[in-house]
């Protein structure tokens, strides 16, 4: 069997402290996560890299043991070291009366804002399994309009009756790929390149890269502890010539906070009176019971909603949807057309078999639960910080720190001894210093006692911040 090439690795140290095994750990565990070190790859020998970087072997061996201990790296007799590929190494755990879950060994990745889909793989098969035996199912992956096949607009339609007390007809629902895919759809519609589009001062990262590809400048618009403040959407529409809004009015992602009515209600308001398109991201809003009024509810005229079924129920559905304005139809359509052709595709007749079927209710359901448990053992984790202001019904903590706990200090530290979490300057608009706390996602791991261990982590390195800069100041 042929042996995979080593790699050529020599990180820079120099401007590291503390001992020198734990500097190129760190400086390891930082080239895995960006990539510079791809999993599988072959890392030098011990004598190759101590001569490289000029320190004696047993520097070298612990090092490689230490980034051994957090999962990063796997040594194989007589073949050498390697990356770890974090997704395919797993043990059986047993888990819930005796069923087996995969476990990652690798890095703890508290940064992604999956859904947990374990519990729901069987249903997911007997929708595929039923989508198989449709006889109609040839004309449904045939091409279709831009705006989508009419049943599967339907079932999206039912969708949002059930989880947002939204009621729309099927005609007024345009399907796109994914919530991103929304998300461009509609910006496309109501801006061109060099306009100004108004944000929460802490915005989704990836509404970040569709402004960019869109060429449009971001304005941040000041939040509170409840989120947007109409004021100050009115005042910066008005300073900067903005005509469009994107916001998360319930379960903002990264901040958790949830509008109230009276603020949505005011928001429609001001969009009303000075002209502005509100684009509304509605992708948490299934975990909130009961569901508060979405903004298009309360301004159809002026409000484009977006959303998807990646955090409801599979992100493989790449199954989103923009309802909005009958005016703006055409627009739509036409850049669906120009950027999809048609969206229609397997997976959102999965998805529309799902929501038929009433299987799509009971995996909300579940995830609503999943999520409970979740937050009631990452509260009990860090029972000694302030989550006060975090929401529990979302899929994620927003965690402002103290002031003894830099956070960039916490994520590096974290990412060192294999956790992953997101500072808030990810999320941060604007040339403003961005507030000192992190986002901590909760359902990327599939196993509690990982999530646990992450956790311990995080609080170990907060609760004892000198520990925690140590190796990096």
């Given at each position: 069997?042929n042996q995979p090439?080593?790699?050529r690795?020599?990180p820079?140290?120099?401007?590291?402290?503390g001992p020198?095994?734990?500097?190129?750990?760190?400086?390891?565990?930082e080239?895995?996560?960006?990539?510079?070190?791809?999993?599988g790859a072959?890392?030098?020998?011990h004598?190759?890299?101590?001569?490289?970087l000029?320190?004696?072997v047993?520097t070298?061996?612990r090092a490689?043991?230490?980034?051994?201990?957090?999962g990063l790296?796997?040594?194989?007799v007589?073949?050498?070291?390697?990356?770890r590929?974090?997704?395919?190494l797993?043990?059986?755990?047993a888990?819930g009366g005796?069923s087996?879950?995969e476990?990652?060994?690798g890095?703890i990745d508290?940064?992604?804002?999956a859904?947990?889909l374990w519990?729901d793989?069987?249903?997911?098969?007997?929708?595929?399994?039923?989508v198989a035996?449709?006889?109609?199912?040839?004309?449904l992956?045939s091409y279709?309009t831009?705006l989508?096949?009419?049943?599967?607009r339907a079932?999206i339609?039912d969708?949002?009756?059930?989880s947002a007390?939204?009621?729309?007809a099927?005609e007024?629902?345009?399907l796109?790929v994914?919530?991103q895919?929304?998300?461009?759809t509609?910006l496309s519609a109501?801006?061109?390149?060099?306009?100004t589009?108004?944000v929460?001062?802490?915005t989704?990262?990836?509404l970040?890269?569709?402004a960019?590809?869109?060429?449009l400048?971001?304005?941040?618009?000041?939040m509170d502890?409840e989120g947007?403040?109409?004021?100050?959407v009115e005042?910066?529409a008005?300073?900067?010539?903005?005509?469009a809004?994107y916001c998360m009015?319930t379960?903002?992602?990264?901040?958790?906070?949830?509008?109230?009515?009276?603020?949505?209600?005011?928001?429609?308001?001001?969009?009303r009176?000075?002209?502005?398109?509100i684009?509304?991201?509605?992708?948490?809003g299934?975990?909130?019971?009961?569901?508060p009024?979405?903004?298009y509810?309360?301004g159809p005229d002026v409000t484009?909603?977006?959303?998807?079924?990646?955090?409801?129920l599979?992100?493989?559905?790449r199954?989103g949807?923009v309802?909005g304005p009958r005016?703006l139809?055409d627009?739509?359509?036409?850049i669906?057309r120009?950027?999809v052709l048609?969206?229609?595709?397997?997976?959102?007749?999965?998805?529309?078999?799902?929501?038929?079927s009433?299987?799509?209710?009971?995996?909300?359901?579940?995830?609503r639960?999943l999520?409970a448990?979740?937050?009631?053992?990452?509260?009990?984790?860090?029972?000694?910080?302030?989550?006060?202001?975090?929401d529990?019904?979302?899929t994620h903590l927003?965690?402002p720190?103290?002031e003894?706990v830099?956070r960039?200090?916490?994520?590096r530290?974290a990412?060192?001894?294999?956790v992953?979490?997101?500072?808030?300057d990810?999320?941060?608009?604007?040339?403003?210093?961005a507030?000192?706390?992190?986002r901590?996602?909760?359902?990327?791991?599939?196993h509690a006692?990982?999530?646990?261990?992450?956790?311990?982590?995080?609080?170990g390195?907060?609760?004892?911040?000198?520990a925690?800069?140590?190796?990096w100041?």
């Open positions: 069997m090439a080593t790699v690795w020599q820079s140290i120099a401007h590291r402290q020198l095994y734990r500097a190129i750990a760190a400086a390891l565990a080239d895995i996560a960006n990539g510079t070190l791809p999993p072959r890392l030098p020998t004598r190759d890299l101590a001569w490289d000029k320190v004696t047993g070298i061996t490689y043991q230490e980034a051994e201990r957090q790296i796997g040594g194989e007589g073949r050498g070291t390697f990356v590929d974090p997704r395919r797993v043990e059986p755990v888990e005796g087996l879950m476990v990652n060994l890095l508290l940064s992604v804002n859904t947990a519990p793989a069987q249903a997911l098969t007997a929708a595929t399994q039923a035996q449709r006889p109609d199912l040839v004309a992956m279709q831009p989508g096949h009419p049943r599967l079932a339609a969708w949002l009756a059930d007390n939204m009621h729309v099927p007024q629902v345009l796109a994914g919530g895919g929304a998300m461009l509609a109501v801006t061109r390149p060099g306009d589009l108004l929460e001062q802490l989704y990262t990836g970040r890269a569709v960019l590809h869109l060429g400048r971001l304005v941040p618009v000041a502890a947007l403040l109409p004021e100050a005042q910066a008005r300073a900067h010539g903005a005509h809004l009015p379960l903002q992602n990264p901040t958790t906070a949830t509008l109230s009515t009276d603020r949505r209600r005011a928001l429609v308001d001001i969009a009176r000075i002209g502005l398109m684009i509304e991201d509605d992708v948490y299934f975990l909130k019971q009961p569901a009024p979405t903004l509810s309360l484009l909603y977006v959303s998807s079924l990646s955090k409801s599979f992100p493989g559905l199954t949807y309802v005016p139809f627009r739509l359509a036409t669906l120009a950027t048609a969206p229609a595709h397997m997976g959102t007749v999965v998805a529309a078999e799902l929501i038929d009433g299987e799509a209710g009971r995996i909300a359901q579940r995830r639960a999520v448990e979740r937050q009631t053992l990452a509260r009990a984790c860090l029972s000694g910080l302030d989550l006060s202001g975090s529990a019904d979302v927003w965690l720190l103290p003894t830099r960039d200090d916490l994520v530290g990412l060192e001894r294999g992953k979490v997101t500072s808030a990810g999320f941060s608009v604007g040339k403003g210093e507030p000192n706390a992190v901590i996602c909760l359902m990327g791991v599939d006692s990982q999530l646990e261990k992450g956790l311990s982590v995080l609080e390195l907060i609760s004892n911040p000198v925690t800069s140590a190796a100041v």
